[in-house]
């Protein structure tokens, strides 16, 4: 089953914040951020095990809720270049071979 | 290194027509996975292999096969094509099963007609 993610959508002025919210409804072993430009392949970010840790480099960061089985992507003082699809991944504690992803959000940082 | 490979990059097939996609990875690799991704739908998991001679179904696996013979190569079979399998297809690896990157390739367009 697809992690949930929102919002679905966002628009951004350079420089202001954004967090992309990612659930599920089982138990996470793992959570992982990609992010996607147009026509091109999904790119890693950060990966994020059970145990509540928090991640991030640069200004992009994330936290992991294990009781919740929810995690959340922090963009700081957005750049052009974070313009894209970000898309969260989860594998299930027992099947951790498995990773799904959720449908995306899409960010897209102006002038 | 190549990293992920697929070919082709664009394919146009007619109903009922089979063909291969081809997925190879010079990382040796143990795990390699195929997803499509669709308008809204975002990356959905076709099916997926642990190792060499190891494969299991992920979301959405009806109307596909796959195998894999060998570490490098993880190809993914359209059996008999269908318009609803008008997608993009991804193919990733990466070094084994965990929380660990997915590598992923550049991609390949496929169009039903």
Not at chain 1, 70 to 77: E, I, K
Not at chain 2, 96 to 105: D, K, L, M, S, V
């Amino acid at each position: 089953q697809q992690p949930v993610q929102s919002p679905q959508a966002v628009i951004l002025r350079e420089g202001e914040d954004a967090v992309i919210n990612c659930s599920s409804s089982k138990a996470l072993y793992s959570v992982h951020w990609y992010r996607q430009k147009h026509g091109e392949a999904p790119v890693f970010l950060m990966i994020l095990l059970k145990g509540g840790e928090q991640k991030g480099h640069d200004k992009i960061s994330a936290s992991f809720n294990e009781k919740k089985q929810q995690s959340s992507l922090y963009l700081t003082a957005s750049q052009l270049s974070y313009s894209g699809t970000y898309f969260c991944g989860t594998e299930n504690t027992g099947t951790a071979s498995k990773l799904t992803f959720g449908t995306g959000t899409r960010l897209q940082v102006t002038l | 290194n190549a990293g992920v490979t697929q070919t082709p990059k664009f394919q146009v097939l007619k109903t009922g027509q089979s063909m291969t996609l081809q997925c190879a990875q010079d990382m040796n690799h143990e795990y390699m996975s195929w997803y499509r991704q669709d308008p809204g739908m975002g990356l959905r998991l076709i099916h997926y292999s642990v190792g060499a001679g190891i494969t299991d179904q992920g979301e959405v696996p009806n109307g596909y096969n796959v195998s894999r013979s060998t570490t490098e190569d993880f190809p993914l079979r359209l059996l008999s094509a269908a318009p609803s399998q008008t997608s993009v297809y991804f193919c990733a690896s990466s070094p084994r099963t965990g929380a660990y990157e997915q590598y992923f390739g550049p991609g390949t367009r496929l169009t039903v007609t």
